[in-house]
Every structure is written in structure tokens, then in C-alpha cells.
């Protein structure tokens, strides 16, 4: 079991090395959005569940803080920092949540989760000090910016209690925010960029 729940950070930790390596540089908007609407696509037609009455605006708002928003500034984060660092910011999720969820439900965090939040913050902190090289103002906005737009989402999650299940729900999210990504990265950014065969194995 404990191997199990190490596959997801495991996996997500993956991003920063292939955005780094393996995808087109400079290019968050269309990383962001090519991660988010072809599978949310997928989910959708497997699901095939639509949002009813207040969900499809739940679902906007979800879409908004959990992909349209947090995906460009993970991929903004992965160009411009190193990558060690990038996922390293993550490690002060539960603290940020923990905040969130006394500022939107009131939920109060018990000691346990605020220690072992704090330790994640002073690995980043330390990290920070002792790798100046690559770290830019900007990838850290990226990186801090995704973590709390998260926090929001997750807590607003849990307040709403959502009425199907998770791959349902994720789906909605990943439509409504890849379509709210779509116009947005053609107007920054341009056309998509010319993808080899190392960008489409990232």
C-alpha cells in the first residue's frame, strides 16, 4: 500500500525532467494545455456524465483553479527553475491546504499535519539557499501560485462534496480548463510548436 500511494508523487514529480528535457521550450500554455484537454476529452466520452444545475458553474470554477490556472504555472515553474526545486515547492501543499480550509470551512489542522508541513517548507527554504543558479522570479511565482490555486481547488472540493465520482469530476475540470486554455494559448502563444519524436514521448 505504502508503495502504491508513492506512484502519484513519484509520477507527478516526472513533469519537471520532461519539460525540461524532452518539451518545447518556453512554450507553458500549450504543455498545460495539451496535458489537460485530450484526456480530459477521453474521460468525458468514457464517463459520459454532463454537470447538472449549480455543477456546471462548480465545474468553471474548478476547471479554472485546478487546470486552466495551476497547469501553466506548474509548466511556467518547470522552465524556470530547476527541477529538483520546482517539485520541491509542492512539498508545501498540505501547509497551504491546511491554511485554506480554516479560511473556507473552518477546518482546523491538527499538530501532526502543521509539524510535518513545516518540515516540507524548510526543505524549500533550504533548497532556495543553496541553489541560486536557475531560480528566477518568475518560476517561483509559478511555483508558489500553482500551490495555492490548489489548495483552493481542493478545499472548495471538499466543501461542495461533488455528486459523481472522482474520474467524472476530473473530467469536467480538465474540459472546462482546457477550453478556457485553448483561445488564450493561440493568442500568447501561437501556433503549436513543431513536436518530435522526443516532445511526443514527454
Known amino acids: ?47 459520459r456524465t454532463l454537470p447538472k444545475g449549480s455543477w456546471w458553474w462548480k465545474a468553471l470554477v474548478l476547471g479554472v483553479c485546478n487546470i486552466a490556472l495551476f497547469f501553466p504555472l506548474i509548466f511556467l515553474s518547470a522552465y524556470h527553475l530547476p527541477g529538483g526545486l520546482a517539485s520541491m515547492i509542492q512539498a508545501i501543499s498540505p501547509l ?22 513545516l518540515v516540507g517548507l524548510a526543505g524549500v527554504i533550504l533548497l532556495v539557499l543553496q541553489s541560486p543558479d536557475g531560480v528566477t522570479l518568475l518560476g517561483l511565482a509559478g511555483g508558489f501560485g500553482s500551490v495555492l490555486l490548489s489548495a483552493v481547488g481542493f478545499v472548495l472540493i471538499k466543501r461542495w462534496n461533488p455528486p459523481v465520482d472522482m ?11 482546457g477550453l478556457l486554455l485553448l483561445p488564450v494559448a493561440l493568442l500568447i502563444e501561437g501556433a503549436p510548436p513543431a513536436i518530435d519524436l522526443a516532445a511526443a514521448a514527454g
Open 1 to 47: 500500500m505504502i508503495l502504491l500511494t508513492a506512484i502519484a508523487p513519484a509520477a507527478w514529480g516526472t513533469t519537471y525532467i520532461v519539460t525540461e528535457k524532452f518539451l518545447p521550450p518556453d512554450r507553458p500554455l500549450f504543455a498545460a494545455l495539451i496535458r489537460a484537454l485530450p484526456i480530459g476529452l477521453a474521460f468525458l466520452a468514457w464517463r
Open 96 to 117: 497551504v491546504i491546511m491554511g485554506m480550509a480554516w479560511l473556507i470551512i473552518g477546518e482546523r489542522a491538527t499538530v501532526l499535519r502543521v509539524v510535518a508541513a
Open 167 to 177: 474520474i467524472t469530476l476530473v473530467s469536467w475540470q480538465l474540459v472546462a480548463g
